[in-house]
């Protein structure tokens, strides 16, 4: 089975500054997909950046960047410029590319708190 | 494009008692999915549908949760007898078949005393 380590449980950063949130995780599979969600109070799950594995180009979205290490098995988040609306809980998923009769449900970190601080 | 429906928004209930949980995906997706957060966790998946068939289900508590997805359309999830450990968000997502975007409710809270 996958597992997905987020080890910051907290994360504050000023209103315009970068900050990283880390990711590792751990497969014995070599296709797959990783995700960083956004989850605001609201509690629905907004999806911010995904990675396939098969690609060696870390993926960008605006602000959004990822720094995929599949030897590594680590995927992190940085967020540059960030804004008051940033603040929210991350979450780091994995999803399976190989599993049998297309079983493919996320399975997520614990989360990061997000502060952004004006 | 209207978003993936959830009700109720918030549940309470005491132990012991039953409770049902309401999902309307968005429309065309085939693939519906139920998830189970517990505070300062992440989702859980508990079953995945496509249309109406059960893909995965090998985390869902089968003596006390059922799902069904009727028509392969509305999905609902019940918990029968409810447990104290049951109180969670139980979030509900949807996609299109295969590695596309999944996505979710707003989910419903529910508080088991």
């Known amino acids: 089975a996958q597992t997905v380590t987020q080890s910051q449980p907290e994360m504050s950063v000023q209103e315009a500054e970068t900050v990283t949130l880390s990711c590792t995780y751990d497969?014995?599979?070599?296709?797959?997909?990783l995700f960083w969600y956004k989850q605001p109070p609201s509690r629905q799950m907004i999806l911010v950046i995904r990675?396939?594995?098969?690609?060696?180009q870390n993926a960008t979205e605006n602000r959004f960047s990822v720094n995929f290490q599949k030897a590594a098995k680590s995927f992190s988040l940085k967020i540059s410029d960030s804004q008051l609306g940033d603040a929210a809980m991350y979450f780091c998923?994995?999803?399976?590319?190989?599993?049998?009769?297309?079983?493919?449900?996320?399975?997520f970190g614990k989360g990061t708190h997000l502060i952004i601080q004006p | 494009e209207a978003g993936v429906a959830q009700s109720p928004r918030y549940k309470i209930i005491e132990k012991r008692q039953s409770v049902a949980f309401w999902c309307n995906p968005i429309?065309?997706?085939?693939?519906l999915y139920w998830y189970q957060q517990i505070l300062g966790q992440g989702p859980k998946l508990l079953i995945q549908?496509?249309?109406?068939?059960?893909?995965?289900d090998s985390q869902l508590p089968k003596d006390r949760f059922s799902a069904e997805r009727l028509k392969g359309v509305d999905s609902t999830l019940k918990i029968q007898p409810a447990k104290l450990e049951d109180s969670a968000v139980y979030l509900c997502?949807?996609?299109?078949?295969?590695?596309?975007?999944?996505?979710f409710g707003q989910g419903t809270r529910l508080t088991v005393v």
């Open positions: 997502a949807s996609s299109l078949v295969g590695p596309t975007e999944a996505f």
């Open positions: 429309s065309g997706h085939a693939t």
């Open positions: 497969t014995s599979e070599s296709d797959y997909y």
């Open positions: 998923a994995y999803r399976s590319a190989m599993a049998g009769g297309g079983a493919d449900g996320l399975t």
């Open positions: 990675q396939e594995a098969y690609k060696q």
């Open positions: 549908f496509q249309n109406n068939g059960v893909v995965d």
